[in-house]
């Protein structure tokens, strides 16, 4: 897909793109500019990346401006055949949200190229080597988004999007960082306005405590659960897998999933929380049989201090404060009926 690059610098979520080609928003300290906030590089770089070089090279599959194709991407993306007649407009439009290094999104796109897939991330290094894939496997039904989840509502119409993949999304598992999480209700909000009335939301994760709250909060959110599985691998083995399912997969992981789809009942503007927002209030009672078999990503050093608190309070012979046996959510919340 061709991006025209404007006669001016903009400041456009991640990237600056001048006329000269694409700038870092704040070179030399490692920075980007996102909505108006700096937001650190985390992932490592090989030795001789260049980010700035990659995202010029790769510029043809990021679109910095996702706001001019909303309610026309279907149109505006496909390829133009000359002098035939048919359709040219792509049939689906699903997101890939939290779409790293873009495998996932490249090996959907592969698989189906009647559907146009967006892959949206907010770090920047993830964005250049999710383009580097969409142009050198020449897909274009592959676009990318350099942009937080939180600003979808301006690139996308109502009701536009025929599905969105969350697959193993950033747990955040700290109360204060749960508005982070890709299946925070607000956020589960915003995804309705955009999704068709028949859509479909599809979470992987290799997180128990995540996958539990993430029932909560789509229940909390007005979406109907189609299908969800402890054992997603075993359920459905044809399902492509993305980067962060194979790594963690081969670890030891089991993926838990749901698909779920919005009601059409009116959006409520916001809902009220109910229930814990840490991720620690999820997690299964027996914190020593979950280290011995799998401890979720992001969740390792939280579990480790957990059992250290609860040995020196047995140690001791004195209950700590933090040694309260975490709630076991599978017994004391009801679950959806399985199927689907
Ligand atoms: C654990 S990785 C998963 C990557 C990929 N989906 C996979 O399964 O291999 C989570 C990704 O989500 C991105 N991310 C986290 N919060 C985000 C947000 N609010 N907006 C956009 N991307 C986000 C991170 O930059 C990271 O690339």
Redesign the pocket.
């Known amino acids: 897909m061709a991006v025209s690059l404007p006669g001016g610098t903009y400041f456009l979520d991640t990237i600056c793109i001048a006329p000269g080609g694409i700038r870092y928003s704040a070179p030399k300290c490692n920075k980007w500019k996102i909505g108006g906030h700096m937001h650190a590089i985390r992932t490592r770089l090989p030795k001789h990346f260049v980010l700035e070089e990659r995202l010029e090279r790769y510029a043809d599959a990021i679109e910095v401006r996702p706001q001019s194709y909303a309610g026309r991407w279907r149109e505006a993306c496909h390829p133009l055949r000359e002098g035939q007649d048919g359709p040219h407009a792509y049939q689906g439009l699903w997101l890939?949200?939290?779409?790293?290094k873009g495998?996932?999104t490249a090996d959907m796109a592969k698989r189906d190229p009647t559907t146009l897939f967006v892959g949206?991330?907010?770090?920047p290094v993830?964005m250049a080597y999710a383009a580097e894939k969409a142009v050198r496997r020449h897909l274009h039904n592959m676009v990318l988004v350099p942009?937080?989840?939180?600003r979808l509502s301006d690139a996308f119409a109502p009701g536009e999007l025929d599905g969105i993949y969350l697959?193993?999304?950033?747990p955040f598992p700290r109360r204060k960082e749960a508005h982070?999480r890709?299946t925070h209700a607000d956020r589960l909000l915003e995804y309705r306005r955009l999704l068709a009335p028949d859509a479909r939301l599809l979470l992987k994760t290799d997180s128990y405590p995540l996958w539990r709250f993430s029932l909560d909060q789509l229940d909390l959110a007005g979406y109907d659960v189609l299908w969800q599985s402890e054992d997603a691998r075993a359920e459905r083995s044809d399902d492509v897998m993305?980067?962060?399912?194979r790594r963690l997969s081969a670890q030891g992981a089991t993926v838990y999933a749901v698909e779920a789809t919005p009601q059409t009942t009116p959006i409520p503007a916001c809902v009220g929380q109910r229930g814990s927002m840490s991720l620690v209030d999820y997690l299964p009672a027996d914190l020593d049989a979950m280290a011995a078999t799998y401890v979720p990503h992001g969740m390792r050093g939280t579990v480790t201090n957990l059992r250290n608190q609860r040995l020196r309070a047995a140690t001791h012979g004195q209950p700590h404060a933090d040694a309260r046996p975490a709630r076991d959510l599978r017994h004391d919340i009801h679950l959806p009926p399985q199927g689907g």
């Open positions: 890939d949200l939290g779409c790293g495998g996932f949206v991330d907010f770090e993830c942009r937080s989840a939180d697959n193993f999304p950033t982070l890709l993305s980067w962060y399912e």
